[in-house]
C-alpha cells in the first residue's frame, strides 16, 4: 500500500471546497495529487465545527482510522498509477497548482515575513538557539562535511512549497526521495538539534526554525560571520518528490532561467547570486557537470566558458567513459572548506563547477554584482540578509510543531 505524506486535504466546512496548502482548489472528484496513487471520488460531510481543519492522507491506516472516527467524510479511491491518462491530467493540474502556489508565495511575500521575528524564543524557550547551535556543533565535529549539507538543505527546504521543513518528512515520494536530493546531507544533525530542544522545551520550535538556525550556524562553523536568523516558521504536513524535482533550479540553467526560478519566490537577481556565493564551501558529483565537459554543443565539446587547465582537471577527476558518481569536487577551487568569498573570484577565473555559477560571471546583467561580491566585506555584509529573505519565503501561520522532524505529528 502506497504511504506519503504527499497531497494532504483541507476540508473547509463553510465553502465546502478542499484546500491544499496556501490556496483553495476545486471539489475532491478533480483534485490532482502530485505523487499520491489515488484520486478522491466521493465526499460528504457532517458535524465538522466551522472552520476546522483536517488533514487526510488517505493511505495511511492509522489516518483512515482517525478518519473513520471523525466520520465526517466518504471516499474512494482510484490507483492514479495504473490509468496513464488520469496521470497526464494529474501531471497538467499540479504544473498548474504548483503555479498558483507560487504566485501566492510571491504575492504574500512581505507578509509572510511579518510571521518571523528575531529572539522569537525569547520568551517561549531563550536557550533554543544556543541549545540548537550546541547539537549542531557537536555533530559538525564528527563530520565538517554536513555543514555544507545543511546549508543547501535550507535552500532545497525553501524552494519547494515554502520554507516548511517539508525536506525532511520520511516516506514513499517524500521530498528528500527525489533525484535532485539525493545527495542532501545532514538529516541527522536536524535530528539531534530537535531532540536537544525538545528536551528543554518540548512542543515550542519547529523544524523548520531549527533548519534555519542549523543553516546559519554551519556558515560559521565554517569561518563564516553568521547572521542574526529569524524564527517563527510552521511545520509543513506534506511532501512531494515531484515539487522538488520541478522547483529546484538545476545546475544547467543560464542567468535568465536563474533569475526567474528566484524571483518566482520574491527573491530579486541580486539576492540569486548573492545566494549562489554558498557554492564557496561544499561539493559537486561529476554527472552534474559532465555535459560542459564531453558534449557541450554542436560546435564544441567541451564548454569554453570554463578555464582550459580547469577543464582539463575536471576531465581527469571525471573521465568520459568511466566516471565515478561517487567522487566529490570541491565548487570553490581557492579555499574550499572556507565560507568566503573566494567563490566569486573563482568564477571571474572561469572555474565555476556549473553552468550556473560561472554564467554568473559570464552574463553582462550578473558580472558587476559578482565583480563586487568579491570583496569579503561586501559579501560578508549580504549574505545574511540575502538568507533571511531566503528564510522568509512561503512561511505560513498554519501548521504544526512537528515532535519528530521526520513525520507529521499524529492527531
Ligand atoms: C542558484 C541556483 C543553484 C543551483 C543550480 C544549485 C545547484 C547545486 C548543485 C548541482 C550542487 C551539487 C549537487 C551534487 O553534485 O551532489 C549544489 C551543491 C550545493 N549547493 Fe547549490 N545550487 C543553487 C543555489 C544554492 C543556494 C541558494 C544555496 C544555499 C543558500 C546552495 C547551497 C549549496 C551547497 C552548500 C552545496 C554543497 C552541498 C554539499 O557539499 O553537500 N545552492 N548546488
Not at 541549545?131 to 555533530?139: P, R
Not at 522538488?244 to 536563474?258: D, H, K
Not at 557554492?279 to 564544441?300: A, I, Q
Not at 563586487?372 to 538568507?387: N, P
Request: hydrophobic share 35%.
Amino acid at each position: 500500500m502506497y504511504k506519503s505524506h504527499c497531497a494532504p486535504l483541507y476540508y473547509h466546512p463553510t465553502t465546502s471546497v478542499w484546500e491544499r496548502s496556501l490556496f483553495r482548489i476545486p471539489p475532491p472528484a478533480s483534485v490532482p495529487n502530485c505523487c499520491s496513487l489515488w484520486s478522491v471520488k466521493k465526499v460528504t460531510h457532517s458535524g465538522v465545527p466551522r472552520g476546522t481543519r483536517k488533514t487526510v492522507s488517505l493511505e495511511d491506516p492509522s489516518d483512515s482510522l482517525i478518519l473513520s472516527n471523525l466520520t465526517f467524510f466518504n471516499f474512494e479511491t482510484i490507483p492514479i498509477k495504473e490509468n496513464l491518462a488520469d496521470m497526464a491530467a494529474l501531471t497538467s493540474h499540479f504544473l498548474l497548482l504548483t503555479w498558483a502556489l507560487l504566485l501566492v508565495m510571491s504575492v504574500d511575500s512581505s507578509e509572510q515575513a511579518s510571521l518571523l521575528r528575531d529572539d522569537f524564543y525569547k520568551d517561549s524557550c531563550p536557550d533554543a538557539e544556543s541549545v540548537i547551535k550546541a547539537a549542531v556543533d557537536s555533530e559538525l565535529d564528527k563530520n565538517l562535511k554536513l555543514a555544507a549539507g545543511l546549508i543547501r538543505m535550507q535552500f532545497h527546504d525553501c524552494f519547494v512549497e515554502g520554507c516548511d521543513a517539508s525536506i525532511l518528512l520520511d516516506g514513499n515520494d517524500t521530498e528528500k526521495t527525489a533525484p535532485i536530493n539525493s545527495n542532501l546531507i545532514g538529516y541527522e544533525v536536524v535530528d539531534a538539534a530537535k531532540e536537544a530542544v525538545e528536551a528543554i522545551c518540548p512542543g515550542v520550535v519547529s523544524c523548520s526554525d531549527i533548519l534555519a538556525y542549523a543553516a546559519r550556524d554551519s556558515t560559521v562553523k565554517l569561518n563564516g560571520t553568521g547572521w542574526a536568523v529569524q524564527g517563527g516558521r510552521k511545520d509543513g504536513l506534506f511532501s512531494c518528490a515531484e515539487a522538488a524535482e520541478l522547483e529546484l533550479p538545476p545546475p544547467t540553467f543560464n542567468v535568465s532561467q536563474l533569475i526567474e526560478s528566484f524571483a518566482r519566490r520574491g527573491l530579486s537577481k541580486k539576492q540569486m547570486v548573492i545566494l549562489s556565493g554558498s557554492h564557496t564551501v561544499g561539493v559537486g558529483h561529476c554527472d552534474k557537470f559532465f555535459e560542459r565537459l564531453y558534449n557541450f554543443s554542436e560546435t564544441h565539446f567541451t564548454d569554453p566558458s570554463i578555464n582550459a587547465s580547469y577543464a582539463e582537471q575536471l576531465k581527469t577527476d571525471c573521465p568520459q567513459a568511466t566516471f565515478n558518481t561517487t567522487l566529490e569536487i570541491f565548487m570553490d577551487t581557492i579555499t574550499p572548506g572556507e565560507f568566503d568569498a573566494n567563490y566569486y573570484k573563482g568564477l571571474s577565473e572561469h572555474k565555476g563547477l556549473f553552468t550556473s555559477d560561472q554564467s554568473l560571471f559570464d552574463d553582462r546583467r550578473t558580472r558587476k554584482l559578482v565583480k563586487k561580491l568579491m570583496s569579503e566585506r561586501v559579501f560578508d555584509r549580504q549574505f545574511g540578509e540575502a538568507m533571511r529573505a531566503m528564510g522568509a519565503v512561503g512561511v505560513r501561520a498554519e501548521g504544526q510543531i512537528r515532535r519528530n522532524c521526520r513525520t507529521v505529528n499524529p492527531w
